[in-house]
């Protein structure tokens, strides 16, 4: 069971780049998927989530508008697309996965979620 982040790198303020994580070993259909990321110094926090169903996405404050969490059980990945980054955006972003039964549950806890991919580096800079 592992889940493997990637598309992260470096972008300037304004720019945008979109993290994937992919499941191994078990398929994503019956589970919510969260990101969260930590910087330097700093707690992992709540980034998004996307319910099994996909109909019930939340995010973090500071992300929304900005930060479009998707998935697509087909290729058992989710998504997480990054636009208009800001310096403060910057940090490592773990994606993670929950087993869960009802199609609309997500959440927001970092203590909610069993799997967790690596993390992935997301540098935002001029």
């Known amino acids: 069971v592992q889940l493997v982040e990637s598309g992260g790198g470096s972008a300037q303020p304004g720019g945008s780049l979109r993290l994937a994580c992919a499941a191994s070993?078990?398929?994503?259909?019956?589970?919510?998927i969260g990101w969260f990321r930590q910087a330097p110094g700093k707690e992992r926090d709540f980034v998004a989530a996307?319910?099994?169903?996909?109909?019930?996405?939340q995010y973090t404050d500071s992300v929304k508008g900005r930060f479009f969490i998707s998935r697509d059980d087909a290729k058992n990945t989710v998504y997480l697309q990054m636009d208009s980054l800001k310096p403060e955006d910057t940090a490592v972003y773990y994606c993670?996965?929950?087993?869960?039964?009802?199609?609309?549950?997500?959440?927001?806890?970092?203590?909610?979620?069993?799997?967790w991919g690596q993390g992935n580096q997301v540098t935002v800079s001029s």
């Open positions: 993670a996965a929950h087993e869960t039964f009802p199609s609309d549950e997500v959440s927001l806890f970092r203590g909610s979620y069993r799997y």
């Open positions: 070993g078990f398929t994503l259909d019956y589970y919510y």
């Open positions: 996307i319910s099994r169903s996909g109909g019930n996405t």
